[in-house]
C-alpha cells in the first residue's frame, strides 16, 4: 500500500510512519468497528470520546504530565496560540493584579518563530513586549539566528511579568535549546523571577513535541505544539496549560483585559473536555494511533536517544564537508537542532546540484526555508535511522566528488 513514497525530510507538515497510515486508511472506512469512518463519526459518540481521552493518555503517561495541569485539545495551529497565550495570559495577570497601570510580556527571541509571536503580542497590545534576549546580538553577522545566548545576556527585568516567552525549537532556523540543565545552551530557568511559584511561562514546542522528554514541564503555564511535526497532520493543537492559566476571562475583561474569543478561552475548551465545538476528528485519530506506536516503541526516552543518533550523524557529515570547504553550518556547535538540520552548500550552482542529486535519489523536500535559504534535513520522529543515513551516504558521496 506505500509503495512509491519517497523520504520525506519536510519541516512540515512532514513524513508519519507508513504503518500508521495504513491503520488510518481502514479507520477511514470504519473507525473501531463503528461501521462509520472516522471523518464521518459524530464527536461527541462514545467511540470517539473514549478515544480522544485514550489520546490525552497517552500524551499525559509519555510526558509525564502532572495533575496540576490540564491536557488540551484545539485548531488553529501555532500561530493561533501566538495570540491565545497572550489574551488568556493577558487576562490572568488583570484578575491577579487588577490595579496595574502596566503590564510586561517578556519575550525570549531565538529565531524566526519566536521573533513572530513577539510581533504577535505587540500587535494586540494590553501589554508592554519585552525582548529578554535577541540571539541575532550575538550572531556572527548580527542579523541571522545562529545560536542560543549565553545565559549572561538574558535580561528578565520585570518581577511581575503577565508572560514569558521562548519557543524550543526554531524549525526555520535550525536552533535549539538543550535539553541539558549543565549545557550554556540550555533555557536559564534560574534566571526566571523567583519571587512566586506560579510564572506565567508559556513554551512552544511545535516542533519538537515528543521528540524528547521537555525539562521542567511542571514548571510551565502553557506549553502547546501543532500536531503537524512529530504527530500527526495539521488542523490539531495540543495545549498542556497548568490550571491555575483557566481564568474566568468574561470577569477579567470587566477589569479591562481584552474580550477573548471563546474558541480561543482555555477555560471554555477545559471546561468542555476540548469539545466545546467540532474538533480536527481527523487529525486527532491520526494522532492518536502514531502516540500509541511511540509508546509501545518506548516513548520520548526512545525517540530522544533515536533522534540523537541522526542528528549526530548528521552533524558529523557537515562537519565533515566543512573541512573540504564543501558544507557550511548554518548553526554554531552546541546549539543545533535535532530536528531541523540546516546548512549550506558552498559554491556557485552548488545547492541545486545537491538538491537535485537527493531528489534523484528519492529523498525530496530538503530545501531551507525560503527566508533563510540553504538545506534543511527536518529528522522528525517518523524519520527512521535508516532513512538518516542514506541522506548521509549522499553527503559523502557528493564531497567525493
Ligand atoms: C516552532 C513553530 N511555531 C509555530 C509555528 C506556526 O505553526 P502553524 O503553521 O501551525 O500556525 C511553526 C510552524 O512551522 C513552528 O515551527
Same mark, same amino acid.
Not at 526566571?192 to 521542567?216: C, H, K
Not at 520522529?381 to 535508516?386: D, R
Given at each position: ?10 519541516? %512540515? ?26 471523518? +464521518? ?12 481521552? +485514550? ?8 510526558? /509525564? ?59 494586540? %497590545? ?19 539566528? /545562529? ?185 554554531? +556547535? ?49 524519520? =527512521?535511522?535508516?532513512? =538518516? ?13
Amino acid at each position: 500500500m506505500s509503495d512509491g513514497r519517497v523520504i520525506n525530510f519536510g519541516a %512540515g507538515p512532514s513524513a508519519l510512519p507508513a504503518s500508521v497510515l495504513e491503520e488510518a486508511a481502514k479507520g477511514l472506512l470504519n473507525f473501531n468497528g463503528t461501521g462509520i469512518g472516522i471523518a +464521518e463519526i459524530s464527536h461527541r459518540s462514545k467511540e470517539f470520546t473514549a478515544f480522544l481521552a +485514550e489520546v490525552e493518555s497517552l500524551i499525559r503517561s509519555q510526558l /509525564d504530565v502532572p495533575e496540576t495541569h490540564s491536557i488540551l485539545f484545539t485548531q488553529g495551529g501555532g500561530s493561533a496560540q501566538f495570540s491565545a497565550v497572550v489574551l488568556n495570559l493577558l487576562a490572568r495577570h488583570h484578575l491577579l493584579n487588577p490595579d496595574l497601570p502596566e503590564r510586561d510580556l517578556d519575550y525570549v527571541v531565538t529565531g524566526s518563530w519566536s521573533k513572530k509571536a513577539a510581533e504577535e503580542a505587540r500587535r494586540l %497590545g494590553g501589554g508592554r513586549v519585552n525582548v529578554v534576549v535577541d540571539a541575532r546580538a550575538s550572531s556572527k553577522d548580527g542579523r541571522t539566528f /545562529d545560536s542560543i545566548p549565553a545565559h549572561a545576556s538574558y535580561s528578565f527585568t520585570s518581577p511581575n511579568p503577565a508572560l514569558i516567552y521562548y519557543c524550543e525549537n526554531e524549525t526555520v532556523d535550525g536552533v535549539e535549546f538543550s535539553n541539558d540543565a549543565s549545557s550554556p545552551a540550555s533555557f536559564p530557568f534560574h534566571l526566571l523571577p523567583q519571587n512566586t511559584p506560579l510564572l506565567p511561562l508559556v513554551g512552544d514546542y511545535s516542533s519538537s513535541f515528543m521528540s524528547r522528554p521537555i525539562p521542567r514541564l511542571a514548571d510551565h503555564a502553557i506549553i502547546y505544539a501543532g500536531a503537524q511535526k512529530n504527530i500527526g497532520p495539521a488542523g490539531l493543537t495540543i495545549l498542556i496549560v497548568r490550571k491555575d492559566c483557566l481564568v474566568d476571562v468574561d470577569a477579567a475583561a470587566k477589569l479591562g483585559a481584552a474580550p477573548v474569543p471563546l474558541t480561543m478561552a482555555y477555560k471554555t475548551l477545559a471546561d468542555n473536555s476540548s469539545v466545546y465545538n467540532t474538533p480536527a476528528v481527523l487529525p486527532i485519530y491520526i494522532s492518536g494511533l502514531v502516540l500509541r506506536r511511540s509508546a509501545e516503541q518506548g516513548g520520548v526516552q526512545y525517540y530522544e536517544a533515536l533522534n540523537k543518533r541522526k542528528a549526530d550523524k548528521l552533524y558529523a557529515a557537515i562537519k565533515e564537508g566543512e573541512a573540504r570547504g564543501v558544507f557550511r553550518a548554518k548553526v554554531k +556547535e552546541g546549539s543545533g537542532s535535532l530536528m531541523n538540520v540546516v546548512f549550506d552548500v558552498v559554491g556557485d550552482g552548488a545547492e541545486a546540484k545537491f538538491i537535485s542529486g537527493a531528489e534523484a535519489l528519492g529523498m525530496k523536500a530538503i530545501k531551507g526555508h525560503r527566508s533563510v535559504g540553504g538545506i534543511r534535513v527536518s529528522l522528525y520522529n517518523a524519520v =527512521t535511522e535508516e532513512q =538518516t543515513d542514506v541522506i548521509v551516504a549522499f553527503m559523502k558521496s557528493f564531497l567525493a566528488q
